[in-house]
C-alpha cells in the first residue's frame, strides 16, 4: 500500500544512503514510517482522516496509531472537527520527545554539537572554539567523540534516547568507506573518520554516519523552508572553507566521487592568491572567512584569533562595520564584489529556484546581499536571474549540525520500529 502523499518523496530523495526498512516483508514496518511522515509533512489529524490520506483501513490505522502512541513517536490531542459531518475525532501529531537525532560538526575553527527532537526543536547544543588545523585527526576525534558522549548521557540521564549522529566535515565525503577523502582547510586526506569515531563511542553508541558540511547545510535549509514546490536549492556555506550543497529536482547532488558542490575551488581569481588546496585563485581565497578576517583585521587582531568563540569574533566585526570603520566597510565590500560573480556562475549552471547564503555571508549579509543581487541580475544569462531568490540563511552557523541531526532521525520517519530496536530505551 501507498499513498501519493505530497512533497514526501522529494524530502527522502533529499536524503539518499539512508538506513532502509531492511525487512522488505514486514509491510506493518513501513506503514508505521507511512503514517508518521504524513504527520511531519502535513500536520496532526484525526485517525479517520489518516485512513483517508493513506488508502489504508480503518482498523489498521488504529493499531498503527496505537503503536506509535505507545513507543512515543506520536500523541493524541486536541479533538479535530472535520467538516460538518461525521464524528470529531483526536487530532493524532507527532510526538517524539523522548528521541533525537545529534549532527556533530568539524568545522576549521570550531566542532559542536546539536541535538533535534523527532518535531526539530533543539534539545541540545554547544560549539567549543577548536583549532583544527593544528590538531592531528586523531585529537580532533577525540574531542569530538568526548562532546558527542557527554551530550548523549545528558540526554539520556533525561530519558531521551539518541537515535543516530551525523559527523558533519568540512571535506570531500568517501560515502562508502566513511572516510574523509580530502579537507584542503583542516589539513585532512583519508581519514577513517567514521570507524575512528565507532572506536571512540564504543559498541553502545548510536548509529553513525558521515556527510560533508555544505551537503548537510543545504538538507537543513531544504527541510526549513516552508514552500511546498520549492525542489531547486543551492546552499552556499560561508566558512574558512566555501562550499555549496545542491538539492535538484529535490534531490541531494553527490556527483561521481562526492565533489559536486566543491565550489569554493572554482579558480575565479587567476594568478590570485595561494588558496589551501595548493592552487591559485580559487574563490574561497576571495570570499572565505579567511579573506575576510585578512581584509578586516591585523593577525594579532582578536578576531582573527581561533581560541575565541566564531561568533564573538564577528559580533565585533559587525559592530565595527556599524560603527562605520572603514576597514571593516571595506573588507565587506571586497567579499560582496567577489561574491556575486561566482554566484551569478553557479546560476548559470544549476539555475536552482532558491539561493541560501549561509555562514558569515549570512551574518554579514546586510552589507552584502543587494550588491550580490545586482550583480547577479546584471550578470546571468537569463532574464531575471532564471527565476532564483537569494536569501540569507536564518540557521546562522548551525546548519550542517542541524543537517546531520535531521539526517539522523531520517531513520526513525523510514522505519520508525527498526530504529528504536536500534537503540534500546535506558532509563
Ligand atoms: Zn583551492
Known sequence: MKADLHGTGARELAMAGLPKVSDRSSIRRSNLGLVLRLLRDEGP????????????PKATVSSLVTELVESGLAREGEVEREGTVGRPGLAVEIDGSTVCGIGAEINV??????????????????RIAFDVRTASPDAVLDAIADTIRRTVDELRADGIRTIGVTLAAPGVIDMKRGR?????????????????????????APPLHLENDAKLGAIAEYLAVSAPDMHDLLYLTGEIGVGAGIIAGGQLLRGTAGHAGEVGHLPLDPGGRLCACGRRGCWETQVGL???????ADPDDPVCDPSVDLEQRLAELM???????????????AIA?????????????????????????????????????????QTVMAPDAGGCEIVLSTLGFTA???????????????????????????R
Open 109 to 126: 575553527d570550531y566542532l559542536s554539537i546539536l541535538a533535534l527532537d523527532l518535531r526539530g526543536t533543539v534539545i541540545a547544543e554547544r
Open 290 to 296: 579567511a579573506a575576510l578576517l585578512r581584509a578586516a
Open 180 to 204: 574523509v577523502s580530502y579537507a584542503s582547510n583542516i589539513g585532512w586526506r583519508d581519514v577513517d573518520a567514521l570507524a575512528g569515531l565507532a572506536r571512540r563511542l564504543g559498541p553502545d
Open 400 to 426: 550542517a549540525a542541524r543537517g546531520g541531526a535531521c539526517l539522523a532521525l531520517d531513520a526513525v520517519y523510514q522505519d520508525p520500529a527498526g530504529s528504536l530496536l536500534l537503540q534500546p530505551a535506558r
Open 319 to 333: 559592530r565595527r562595520a556599524k560603527a562605520g570603520d572603514p576597514r571593516t566597510l571595506d573588507a565587506l565590500d
Open 45 to 56: 489529524r484525526s485517525r479517520a482522516r489518516i485512513a483517508t490520506d493513506t488508502g489504508l
Open 337 to 377: 564584489t567577489a561574491l556575486g560573480p561566482g554566484i551569478a556562475l553557479l546560476l548559470d549552471v544549476l539555475n536552482p529556484q532558491l539561493l541560501v547564503l549561509g555562514g558569515h555571508f549570512a551574518f554579514f549579509g546586510q552589507y552584502l546581499i543587494d550588491q550580490v543581487r545586482h550583480t547577479v541580475h
